[in-house]
């Protein structure tokens, strides 16, 4: 009634509304009677039933539900028997009997395997007891045993090369033994071929260093050349909604047929609150108290018709595309677009009413919207572009209190990526002009806005993105500096002073510059940390054995494995979502230095009981061990007993490698897999960020087995030679 009735109530003001002479409405002014004529004979037919047995006045089962009679409701029918098990299904009862029995297996298998392994130490424990009293007993048995001992393991027992003297003797002389076999007390047939395999691995890769870098970058970069098809999604419909949906395959049927839905650009205009000011007791302010004032005056719609005014003229860069060209048009490509503005009251301009005049019109438009039509000749009700309208107020003024301004410019969308294009850039354009409005309308009328377009969840999502890049390269800063200096804190740092003991004893011995004594004596100071200096002498190990290099190397192979799984995605049409842009990058960072750490601290290990400095007696023999020269080959076909303390600089890496390779993979393997189950996940945003986390963490692990383990190499010669020259030096 609102529409053709003009909000009447009555039959009395639904026949004046119809009579009243209006240019869309009578021609002539028809006035009804109030009362009917005497002679009047009122209508009175029978009123007929919408199912009657008369075809003529029977109605359709879509208008009529009592003519298609429904059918009797009958409970779905389930082939054969439901399988029960008291209240439970069989299958709840079998997962849940199959799930004990697996417990109460792991169980006893444990419990079984405590006990076994005390009869073995009880066993072991008897022999060895036996075996001393046979030695107390028997002087040349005690004799052997002390020849024996030179087979004992040297060093570290869990990391020597004797550890097994028994096995070797049972060989034979000359026999080969893996070195990393002979490591490990207690063997697994999984884990020794791992650590043959990981040992191999690591040789070759520390003994040919730059030609791994040569071969792993190689392929590194032919996966990075999947960056030409890079893609980001940002559709919130292609990132949560499964592509074989229900719903999304029933929504891209009525696009293809019946074309899109509108692209709504909405603009919401209120009335400038302050803040609250706290009344100051000594200045006797006033309290400005903060609340939402009506937004309809004279000036704030004389100033909102410039904006709407402006906004009609707005042009779009490059290709200057203005609203007339992109908005929605019921009439056809020569009608009128659709915007839905108080403005339309008022025909777009309020210079034919005055401060008096507007308030009236805007009641009539209001509680009469079809005698205000708009350009596209369609009526807007006052709920469509008046917001906060009081409820409990008089009807007649009751729209001029509203608290807010509804704005809405209705542009066409479309399956043409041409047609769409242009409605984008017309978008940008109009957020663009918003943005710089929204800072301007407040010192300039007193109002404030609030927007929506099209493109606002695309550029809102792209500029925290691009403000999170920021927050991205500071934690790789921040966690290279970090594990540059922690990295270099193993055995090369206890060998002098530190950074503070460096710092302190500057600090005590600067004043001696400036005493005479010491500017006319000529005399040398043996200690060079007791000598003077203007600028303080920091420890070596901060330069050498800081490791600045390696962590570089390290945060780089990260970077690198995130750059090619997205390189490798995105070759084979995998788009990147704005999850995979912030998230990954920290999970790989966080499992790639700790592989690192790992790594160098096995390294550093190794350097105690195999390196240069390391002693060269074995623990509980009286004869010293000779040392292998650093530039002799290893022959492997030595027997395990007789090999040297002092190992090269590739068989450190490579045993610092076959002993955490395990760890490595199987952690590698574990995150891969967990990351690609994630993938079988029908969202596209998770799953396409489980397959580029799996991806990334795979990379990373095979270039920590590779690349960084030819740096160790590298690095730790670098280490080796510069010590080595000082030391020379320091003996000189």
């Known amino acids: 009634m609102d529409l053709i009735g003009g909000g009447a109530k009555t039959y009395y003001e639904f026949l004046k509304f119809l009579g009243d002479e209006k240019d869309m409405g009578s021609p002539f002014q028809i006035n009804y009677p109030s009362i009917p004529p005497f002679d009047f004979t009122p209508l009175n037919p029978t009123p007929r039933n919408c199912a009657d047995n008369d075809l003529e006045s029977r109605c359709t089962c879509i208008d009529c539900p009592s003519v298609c009679t429904a059918l009797p409701y009958e409970p779905p029918q389930v082939n054969g028997s439901t399988c029960q098990v008291g209240i439970m299904s069989c299958l709840s009862f079998i997962l849940i009997v199959a799930y004990s029995l697996s417990a109460v297996a792991f169980i006893s298998g444990y419990v079984l395997q405590v006990f076994i392994r005390k009869r073995r130490e009880k066993r072991h424990e008897r022999v060895a007891l036996s075996f001393d009293t046979a030695s107390i007993l028997s002087p040349m048995s005690h004799t052997r045993g002390l020849v024996g001992a030179v087979s004992l393991p040297q060093g570290d027992a869990n990391d020597s090369l004797g550890a097994h003297s028994t096995e070797s003797r049972r060989l034979g002389r000359g026999a080969f033994q893996d070195p990393v076999e002979a490591s490990q007390p207690r063997q697994y047939r999984l884990n020794t071929i791992l650590r043959r395999v990981f040992y191999r691995l690591g040789l070759a890769a520390a003994s040919s260093p730059f030609l791994t870098f040569s071969l792993v970058l190689a392929i590194m970069s032919l996966l990075n050349l999947g960056w030409r098809k890079f893609d980001i999604e940002t559709d919130p419909v292609r990132l949560w909604v499964a592509p074989d949906s229900e719903s999304k395959l029933q929504k891209e049927y009525f696009d293809e047929h019946f074309g899109p839905f509108y692209r709504p650009q909405q603009i919401f205009v209120t009335s400038f609150s302050y803040p609250p000011i706290t009344l100051d007791p000594i200045a006797n302010t006033d309290i400005r108290i903060s609340s939402q004032d009506p937004v309809l005056s004279y000036d704030h ?128 354009a109009l957020r663009a002009y918003l943005v710089d409005l929204s800072e301007r309308i407040p010192s300039e009328a007193g109002m404030n806005i609030a927007f929506s377009t099209g493109v606002s969840l695309e550029e809102e999502i792209s500029k925290s993105t691009n403000t999170d890049v920021r927050i991205v390269i500071l934690s790789y800063l921040a966690m290279f500096f970090y594990v540059s200096l922690t990295l270099g804190n193993g055995s090369a740092a206890t060998e002098e002073e530190g950074i503070l003991e460096s710092l302190s004893s500057w600090a005590r011995n600067f004043p001696k510059l400036f005493q005479r004594s010491s500017l006319t004596s000529s005399s040398i100071s043996i200690d060079s940390r007791t000598t003077p200096h203007i600028l303080p002498r920091l420890p070596r190990y901060l330069f050498v054995g800081s490791k600045f290099t390696l962590g570089l190397v390290g945060i780089g192979l990260v970077v690198l494995s995130v750059s090619s799984s997205v390189g490798f995605f995105s070759l084979v049409g995998i788009k990147t979502t704005l999850i995979i842009a912030e998230v990954i990058p920290f999970l790989v960072l966080a499992v790639g230095v700790d592989n690192v750490f790992i790594l160098v601290h096995e390294l550093d290990r190794q350097n105690l009981l195999h390196g240069p400095n390391a002693s060269a007696v074995a623990p509980g023999i009286g004869s010293p061990i000779p040392r292998r020269s650093p530039f002799e080959s290893h022959d492997d076909s030595v027997d395990t007993a007789s090999v040297p303390l002092y190992l090269s600089a590739e068989e450190r890496v490579a045993r610092t490698l076959a002993k955490m390779g395990p760890s490595i993979l199987l952690s590698s393997v574990t995150e891969t897999v967990a990351f690609g189950l994630g993938a079988l996940v029908p969202m596209p945003a998770v799953r396409n960020f489980a397959l580029y986390a799996a991806g990334s963490v795979l990379l990373n692990a095979l270039l920590q087995v590779t690349v960084f383990v030819s740096a160790l190499a590298v690095d730790l010669k670098r280490t080796e030679v510069i010590n080595h020259h000082y030391t020379r030096q320091f003996r000189n």
């Open 301 to 428: 719609l004389q100033y909102w018709m410039d904006v709407e005014s402006d906004i009609r003229a707005l042009r779009s860069f490059p290709n200057g595309y203005s609203l007339t060209d992109v908005c929605f048009k019921p009439a056809g490509p020569q009608g009128a677009c659709v915007v839905q503005s108080i403005g339309a009251w008022f025909g777009n301009d309020l210079s034919d009413y005055d401060e008096e005049s507007w308030e009236d019109r805007l009641v009539q438009c209001a509680n009469s919207p079809v005698d205000c039509l708009p350009d596209f000749q369609q009526p807007l009700g006052p709920q469509n572009v008046l917001g906060g309208v009081p409820e409990n107020a008089p009807e007649w003024n009751s729209y001029l209190d509203a608290k807010a301004l509804v704005v809405t410019y209705v542009v066409s969308n479309s399956l043409d990526e041409v047609e769409l294009a242009k409605a984008i850039e017309w978008e940008q």
